[in-house]
């Protein structure tokens, strides 16, 4: 199936088989050491003694099986070990809990690792316990600066902490706005440029033709399509434990504004997309949605969703609220590629991770998401157009890469998790979004120090 399917769907899908043996292995191994050296190495972190021909354990989630196999074909002189796991799907946490046990263990931790969380940098670049951070510092010489110079700006925000890049971002899910193209034309409506626009198109639908709607907000990632894209300081992580939250500010309350009035309109409704409601009450009636760059194959170009036909979803760039520069927008997804500090065979870790972000056979051949590394997107898009399902060009998705704001940062608890448990309840209840904004900020602020971080 051709359509654009990036990280949310691993992300959120625990399909993975489990690691087996870890338990006894564990216990096996407790009290051993880990061998590392005292002293930083030449790449900024303490290195294990190296075995040039020792091969490496990789860690994938069920979609990222695809990616070791690649690896496998184009360097079958390589030998790797490919475990599967859950990826940390559905906020599993299951990749830091399994380093845990192995940093107490001493030893047993694989080489690489995928996580389909973009937050995992915030705890992997950082010792614990007294040990020494998993993650290995990709930016002082083990990754080439011209590989990491290539990737899509912006994209490496999850992975950079103080400064120093600690994983390769493997695909994006920046948002964008799709819409319908062929009832937008017959309803005889304008495509909207600025979300002032999109609220009088959403009034306007719910006048002319009720049941169809512009998007939704049922979803825990309701926020990052929204709230980010308004610049709410709701998440702005200032350092490796601090961090900003002010969701009184004017970015917030617009966009918590514009979804209560659409809420109230009916063309916002607050239902998940993955609902069997959702596709009961609005196939066919979708005019348009915010969301992300893997809405396309996992709803409009999925049999199992809505399955809108070849011609018909046409996608534009990012909308920008009157007044602010330039349009920014969110992110909801992707997944992240990091080589641990312990591996025995960094050459060969960087050598996997550098191939499954950046190299066509792939990225381009064979990954369904968006490629982080920019090289690799250009002709991803390319290979999508060509399937002449969208009716209208892609590049707003290449425009929308470069646009995520950076000021919704990637601490190491969840905001979906936070939203889901504190707003959507509420907002499902009939309350205000405005109203609630007080109440999402203590959860947030509550959330944070509990995670141990600095306040303000």
Known sequence: MVGIHTGAPSRRRASAVAVTGIATALLALAGCGSGESAANGKYGFPEAKQEASSAITVWVDADRQAAAKAFQAANPDTKIKVVTYDGSANGSNSFRTKMQLFDRAGSGW???????????????????????????????????????????????????????????????????????????????????????????????????HP??????????????????????????????????????????????????TLRDKGTVPVVSVFTPEFLKKYSGKVLMTPGPAWYAGAIFHNP???????????????????????????????????????????????????????????QVDAAPGY????????????????????????????????????????PTFSQEAIWAKTITPGITGGKSIVDLLPTWQTAIKNQAKVNGYVVK
Not at 307 to 318: C, E, K, R, S, Y
Request: overall charge neutral; aromatic content about 12%.
């Open 371 to 410: 490629p982080a590394y920019a090289p690799a997107a250009q002709k991803w898009i390319a290979k999508q157009e060509a399937s002449k399902y969208y009716a209208t060009s892609l590049e707003p998705v290449v425009t929308a890469a470069s646009r995520v704001w950076g000021g919704w940062g990637y």
């Open 110 to 208: 694989p080489d690489v690792v995928f996580s389909s969380q973009n937050n995992d940098a915030a705890w992997a670049s950082q010792k614990g316990g007294g040990k020494q951070a998993f993650a290995a510092v990709l930016d002082k010489g083990l990754v080439p600066k011209e590989t990491l110079g290539n990737f899509t700006k912006g994209s490496l925000d999850p992975c950079t902490v103080d400064g120093r890049v600690y994983c390769l971002r493997n695909d994006l899910a920046q948002t964008v706005l799709w819409y319908n193209k062929p009832l937008l034309e017959k309803f005889g409506y304008a495509l909207p440029t600025t979300w002032e626009e999109y609220q009088a198109l959403g009034e306007k639908v719910a006048e002319e």
């Open 211 to 260: 049941g169809y709607i512009i998007g939704t907000a049922g979803d825990a990632w309701t926020p990052e399509v929204y709230m980010w894209a308004s610049k709410c300081q709701a998440n702005d992580v200032t350092g490796p434990k601090s961090v900003t939250v002010n969701t009184g500010s004017t970015e917030c309350k617009r966009a918590a504004s514009m979804l209560d």
């Open 304 to 362: 199992e969703s809505l399955n809108v036909p070849a011609g018909q979803l046409g996608v534009a760039a990012p909308l920008t609220w009157k007044g602010d520069s330039e349009a920014v927008t969110g992110n909801v997804g992707g997944g992240t590629w990091f080589v641990s500090s312990h591996s025995k065979n960094l050459q060969a870790a960087r050598k996997f991770v550098q191939f499954v972000t950046t190299a066509d056979q792939y």
